[in-house]
């Protein structure tokens, strides 16, 4: 029962790793020994976050734009030239785009759609030999970082955020199915409202936003780790297509 929790000598891979909940994640991933690579778009903020949480442990940038198949292969290749097997697989990394009905561009459904929902299952896919590989000798994870606006609705014009969510929440599930043939075993995680440059409300409204859940505050940061290390750890292996809603009592309010 000690080690239930530990990832130690475990390795991660997160994308959107360079803030907000990827970071989160990082940082409780490391506490738990753990060695992370996080991979974002922007090279320059991936690597000073990588360089920051370096201090917690074994910490690596791979800065990849992951949107198109392309990149996402090219983010597998990094990864394979430095590890042979992978542990643990977070798709994180996520779009949002909010417009009224009559003037929702394509361009926003396309982006939010590709990056939300294509790229968790081609990059799983990119990386399955590695997962796989893990999976000899224990289970290995992938972690989708869906949201409770997959779940309920919210009264913001978000079409392809919510439908992207809705879709990754079943993805997670058929996913699951195939590989814990594997033994990889699939979950996600629906975060409701932590600050985050994405969720500039929880961010720069804190007080207003907690008057709206039932937990009377905002996501903090070992919330979102702790979800994640539950299922990235020994803890979480019977857990299976599962969605973990982290979001303080939202989706029973709505």
């Known amino acids: 029962m000690n080690d239930l929790f530990s990832l130690q000598g475990?390795?991660?891979l997160i994308t959107g790793?360079?803030?907000g909940i990827g970071r989160m994640i990082a940082a409780g991933f490391l506490a738990q020994g753990a060695r992370v690579y996080i991979s974002a778009r922007k090279a320059a903020a991936c690597d000073q976050t990588a360089k920051e949480l370096a201090s917690l442990g074994h910490c690596v940038s791979l800065p990849a734009d992951v949107s198109t198949l392309e990149g996402a292969r090219g983010l597998a290749a990094a990864y394979g030239a430095l590890e042979?097997?992978?542990d643990i697989l977070v798709n994180n990394a996520g779009a949002a785009w909010g417009a009224p009905f009559d003037e929702f561009?394509?361009?926003g459904w396309d982006k939010v759609m590709d990056l939300n929902l294509k790229t968790p299952f081609f990059l799983t896919q990119a990386l399955i030999s590695a997962l796989r590989?893990?999976?000899?000798?224990?289970?290995?994870k992938v972690i989708n970082i869906a949201s409770i606006d997959g779940i309920s609705v919210n009264p913001m014009e978000t079409y392809s955020y919510a439908a992207s969510k809705a879709g990754l929440i079943q993805l997670t599930r058929r996913m699951a199915l195939r590989l814990i043939q594997d033994n990889i075993v699939v979950s996600a995680i629906a975060p409701g409202a932590f600050a985050s440059d994405m969720n500039k409300d929880a961010r720069d409204h804190g007080e207003?936003?907690?008057?709206?859940?039932?937990?009377?505050?905002?996501g903090q940061d070992a919330d979102m780790a702790g979800a994640a290390i539950y299922l990235a750890s020994r803890a979480g292996d019977y857990v299976v297509g599962s969605t973990l809603v982290v979001d303080g009592g939202v989706t029973h309010a709505r």
Not at 133 to 140: C, I, L, Q, V
Not at 208 to 218: E, F, K, L
């Open 208 to 218: 207003a936003v907690a008057a709206r859940i039932p937990a009377g505050r905002v």
């Open 84 to 86: 042979p097997q992978l």
């Open 105 to 107: 561009p394509e361009s």
């Open 10 to 12: 475990r390795t991660a």
């Open 17 to 19: 790793g360079s803030r």
């Open 133 to 140: 590989k893990s999976g000899e000798r224990r289970p290995a």
